[in-house]
């Protein structure tokens, strides 16, 4: 079903802050199967530079999930028929246990590829004080029926 | 942020081992947990192939992760990763049965000012490559 096009450019407002915990990181990584102990140990994190332990490359996916709302039926989203297409991560510093952050996510672009439909989706992760954290990039399918 | 390779002892071609990483159901379950994807695609297999899918597949972002791991391992220090893109062209299937494997090998694509090289990632499962464009950017010591 072809996805609202009034919703290109669509700006949602900051995520309810959220904190980055050692517990959550712990979880991230055992779930993807990764030992490092900079994801587990504070001190083997410090001794690497880090203020506590980090997050893996791929656990910002996890804040910039709650920073937009795609269940707005208005936008024509079949989650059933999603797909992720692309995702890209930059990078400021690692998040790192204790770090508390906002997402904030703009759609922008929607296009028909094909009988699929696809969005962009642009998430800003700064801390409440202010600090830009990661920006992601996101690119979800809509497979046609 | 002390990555354990040195940026003088790396050069644009050299290729870094190949790793598999299994995958199973439980795998993916535990995957949603963590992330808060509860797509029932990647758990509920009656679901998956009531939507036209072969079975239940992995989170893309599973296979990233899969990717990310194989760049922090030989980076050494996972604060080292600039930028991390990859564009998921094939879905890995996990059958309920031994699940499935993902294999992730590398190849440093170039090098750019302040220590920093681009690691070029392929991964395959299933006779298929599930990533292209996979592409980190990590700052060497």
């Known amino acids: ?145 | 942020m002390t990555a354990t390779v040195k940026y003088d002892e790396v050069e644009v071609g050299q290729e870094l081992p190949a790793k598999t990483y299994p995958v199973e159901r439980i795998d993916l379950v535990k995957y949603a947990g963590a992330s808060g994807d509860f797509n029932p695609i990647h758990w509920n297999e009656a679901f998956a192939t009531s939507v036209g899918l072969p079975d239940v597949i992995a989170h893309g972002m599973f296979t990233m992760a899969q990717g990310g791991r194989f760049v922090t391992d030989w980076v050494g220090d996972p604060g080292a990763v600039l930028d991390y893109g990859v564009r998921f062209s094939s879905m890995v299937v996990v059958p309920n049965d031994g699940g499935t494997e993902i294999e992730i090998s590398g190849v440093i694509e170039d090098k750019l000012d302040d220590n920093a090289v681009v690691v070029a990632l392929t991964a395959r499962s299933g006779g298929q490559k599930v990533l292209t464009r996979a592409k980190a950017t990590v700052r060497l010591a």
């Open chain 1, 1 to 145: 079903m072809a996805l609202n096009r009034d919703f290109i450019g669509r700006a949602f407002p900051p995520s309810e802050p959220y904190e980055v915990t050692r517990l959550k990181i712990r979880e991230f990584a055992d779930a993807i199967g990764d030992l490092n102990p900079i994801y587990r140990d504070p001190e083997a994190a410090k001794a690497a530079g880090h203020p506590d332990v980090i997050a893996p490359p791929t656990f910002p996916i996890v804040i910039s999930i709650s920073g937009a709302s795609l269940t707005d039926p208005e936008l024509g989203l079949n989650y059933a028929m999603v797909v992720h297409g692309e995702q890209r991560f930059e990078y400021r510093r690692p998040l790192h246990a204790g770090d508390l952050v906002t997402a904030e996510s703009t759609i922008a672009g929607i296009r028909s590829i094909g009988r699929n439909e696809r969005l962009d989706l642009q998430t800003v992760i700064t801390t409440v004080d202010g600090e830009h954290v990661c920006t992601a990039h996101n690119v979800i399918i809509e497979r046609g029926a």
